[in-house]
């Protein structure tokens, strides 16, 4: 399961702007607007026919079930692991859990009992064959990573080496969101499929180089600069919003772990209407595609328009007091 974030320079070409492999979200806002829309204006959709997104969570358990890695007993028993009720994707965490009938669990819940991992129920402890982990690999199994979590579950990684247990999306594929391997991606894709990618990258100066580094810093005021291991908009400098304070103080972080930041020009993202408190006002939007990815890989009709609220902003993040909006496929 992917989540590729993807814009639009103003009026011109689209291009890649993110990778999200390892506990991609938002695709609950996607359904959950899909259902509003048909219940506000369902004549509207019986005039102009939009591809149904609903079965995305049927389709999940479809490529979840079918990758049992251990499954001897029947229909294969699928988790949702969830960090708990205090993580801001906790919603969606429920909703996927029950619309796919699956058993939503915190690590609390779970243990490896007998060579499994396994659930507790009111009938004792239950084998588990695939979880839907949303729980970042730091925290998924404490004898392996890190030995403070109370998220994971001890001793997983043991079962999962083992082949007894499916976890999805698989340890270590949070590398696609490392924004330093985003910027290769064009040479990944040629590599693998022998054809150049049908979208552009981002131009990308990873300031670990030497040459890029200096262009970053000189040019800083320009960029919008972003650390390697970030997500939902944390930690980001942009540098025509910001102060010569912040600009300075950010100069300063980059030189002291130049590996650990990657850099961008500031795009003029594309803009979209939107209601505004007095009128209807344009502002700047990227758009999030879903692929469900097994023995075949089917792209979600539809997917998350994010929109950033605020007058002239960019961060188009949730966390960051982003909005989203309906996306319309139309059938042919």
């Known amino acids: 399961m992917v989540g590729s974030d993807r814009g639009r320079h103003g009026t011109r070409e689209f291009f890649g702007l993110d990778d999200n492999a390892r506990t991609r979200s938002g695709v609950t806002y996607m359904l959950e607007k899909s259902e509003t829309r048909m219940s506000v204006c369902p004549e509207l959709f019986m005039r102009r026919p939009v591809e ?20 001897t007993e029947g229909k294969p028993v699928i988790a949702v692991l969830t960090p708990g009720i205090y993580n801001s994707a906790y919603f969606e965490h429920a909703f996927l859990a029950d619309q796919m009938g699956a058993e939503l669990v915190e690590g609390s ?11 507790r129920t009111t009938g004792g402890y239950k084998p588990v064959d695939v979880i839907y982990r949303r729980v970042d690999d730091e925290f998924l199994d404490p004898l392996t990573f890190n030995p403070d979590s109370v998220l994971g579950v001890p001793g997983i990684m043991d079962v999962y080496r083992a082949g007894r247990i499916t976890i ?15 910027s290769f991606m064009p040479e990944i894709v040629e590599f693998y499929t022998g054809e150049k990618p049908l979208l552009p990258n981002v131009e990308t100066w990873r300031c670990a180089e030497e040459d890029s580094l200096k262009y970053v810093l000189d040019n800083l005021e320009e960029l919008v600069v972003k650390e390697v291991h970030g997500s939902g908009g944390y930690g980001m400098l942009i540098g025509p919003k910001s102060s010569r304070a912040e600009v300075e103080a950010y100069a300063e972080r980059i030189k ?19 209601l505004g408190p007095a009128a209807v006002v344009g502002r700047h939007a990227d758009f999030r595609p879903y692929c469900l990815v097994g023995k075949q890989i089917r792209l979600v009709p539809g997917g998350l328009t994010r929109v950033a609220l605020t007058e002239g902003s960019l961060v188009v993040n949730s966390s960051q007091g982003g909005g989203v909006k309906d996306t319309w496929v139309l059938q042919e």
């Not at 149904?52 to 499954?71: H, T």
């Open 52 to 71: 149904a997104v609903s079965n995305y969570p049927r389709r999940l358990a479809r490529r979840l079930a079918a990758c049992a890695a251990d499954c």
């Open 109 to 119: 819940d779970l243990r490896v009992v007998g060579g499994r991992v396994q659930m």
């Open 168 to 182: 999805a999306n698989a340890p270590g594929t949070g590398v696609c969101d490392d924004k330093a391997i985003y």
């Open 256 to 274: 002291a772990n130049p590996g650990e930041f990657i850099a961008q020009p500031t795009l003029d993202l594309s803009t979209v209407p939107t």
